[in-house]
């Protein structure tokens, strides 16, 4: 027993001076674990957790997911094939737009200046002897002939003086003529016989003058028209150059209008034009006078119609229109509504071209009356757009629908 415990203490020696060697040396000997079964499958558990959080699926979901999504993308496919046989089999529909073609037609243009009537002749007639005024047989907007008495003045001592002067002139010819015989009997010399005769025609001279003064105080018309002012009242004493009337002379009758930088060669002096009064009368007449020079504020010139007015039934300063044809042109009437702008403000037209596309082409208008805009024509005959044309732009396809409401019409 005590042998047994003997050995056994000397092996727990040497055990324990082994591990002291071993531990010594810096090397220890393995040590057997082991692992409990419920914390193995704690471990695959987790793990398998871990595998599912990642994949989505503990075992070949990756795959699974693959199979799933072939026969989604399958059927998209499928779809998408159907829809492109689809479009293939169904044309896109266009935009339907309104066209019409207007037709060529010889316009005979005009040249329309904006005026007005005006007397070219209009005097102020004036006393050319004092005197006061004591007759007044006319009044403001009569018509009168020439030589019409306007005013008359008081004769103021003329009357006298013209009798003087008519018997110096019997006397000066009486001593004159007897001067005359004297000297043909020769008992008178010659220079005797010149002093009669100056004295004779200075007799003269004063009877003309006192027949021109007495003459004045009848103050008449210098020419026929209408009596446009009278501020001359019966007692006023007019001097030399004061205001008995004012005569206006419409006949002839100007038409004067402004004519812009472009158009002033269309038109030559001589030229045949009419005048459309606001009135609603008209005369034709003669281009008489082109301004040389522009006016510098509105870059205009100057031009005037004269018309004939013998009865004066037309009067100055009323709105007159003058009217001067030019060459006949080919042309298109169309209505104001089919012209459009483009993006850089041109006027112009929307035409479909024979590819069915939307094009713009610029226009030159010729002149706006009521009917319509008369245009140049298109060296090309065009299919314009009448409706729709705000609703396209250049280059787009459309369809061309004609347009009856144009059927038929003329310049369509």
């Known amino acids: 027993m005590s042998g047994h415990k003997k050995t056994k203490t000397a092996t727990s020696g040497s055990e324990t001076k082994a591990h002291d060697t071993a531990k010594e040396a810096g090397v220890m000997p393995a040590r057997r674990r082991t692992i409990s079964p419920s914390l193995m499958w704690a471990l695959l558990f987790t793990g398998g957790i871990g595998v599912w959080a990642l994949t989505g ?21 499928s779809l998408n094939e159907s829809d492109n046989k689809l479009s293939a089999k169904k044309p896109v529909k266009l935009f339907q737009v309104r066209t019409a073609v207007f037709n ?10 904006r005026g007005r009537t005006y007397s070219d002749t209009q005097v102020d007639v004036r006393a050319e002897t004092p005197g006061a005024v004591i007759k007044l047989p006319v009044e403001k907007g009569d018509f009168v002939e020439k030589g019409t008495l306007l005013c008359q003045l008081e004769d103021g ?7 003087e002067a008519t018997a110096m002139v019997a006397q000066a010819k009486g001593d004159y003529e007897a001067s005359k015989k004297l000297k043909r009997s020769g008992h008178t010399a010659g220079l005797r016989v010149l002093q009669h005769k100056a004295l004779y025609d200075r007799a003269v001279a004063q009877l003309e003058r006192a027949k021109l003064d007495s003459e004045r105080t009848k103050i008449r018309a210098p020419f026929k028209g209408y009596v446009e002012k009278l501020p001359s009242k019966v007692g006023s004493l007019l001097a030399i150059g004061e205001h008995c009337s004012t005569l206006v002379a419409l006949d002839p009758l100007h038409v004067v209008g402004a004519v812009r930088e ?32 522009a006016e510098p504020e509105t870059r205009t010139f100057r031009v005037e119609l004269v018309i ?25 009437l169309l209505p104001p509504s089919i012209l459009a702008l483009d993006d850089h403000g041109v006027i112009g037209v929307r035409v479909v071209n024979g590819a069915k596309k939307v094009e713009f082409w610029p226009v030159k208008i010729i002149s706006e009356q009521k009917q319509g805009i008369w245009i140049e024509a298109f060296p090309f005959e065009a299919n314009i757009i009448t409706v729709g044309a705000d609703f ?3 280059g787009q396809s459309v369809e061309s629908v004609p347009d009856k409401k144009f059927a038929g019409q003329p310049g369509s």
């Open 308 to 332: 004939p007015n013998p009865n004066g039934r037309l009067r100055g300063g009323v709105t007159a229109d003058i009217e001067l044809p030019l060459a006949e042109r080919d042309a298109l």
């Open 392 to 394: 396209v732009k250049e």
């Open 262 to 293: 472009r158009d002033v060669q269309k038109i030559k002096s001589g030229m045949e034009g009419t005048a459309k009064l606001i009135t609603g009368e008209s005369a034709k007449g003669t281009i008489e006078f082109i301004a040389a020079m």
């Open 157 to 163: 001592g003329r009357r006298a003086a013209l009798l």
């Open 104 to 113: 060529k037609q010889r316009y005979g243009a005009k040249l329309i200046i």
């Open 57 to 77: 699926d503990i075992k070949g979901g990756a795959a699974l997911k693959v199979q799933q999504d072939a026969p989604a993308q399958k059927n998209e496919l």
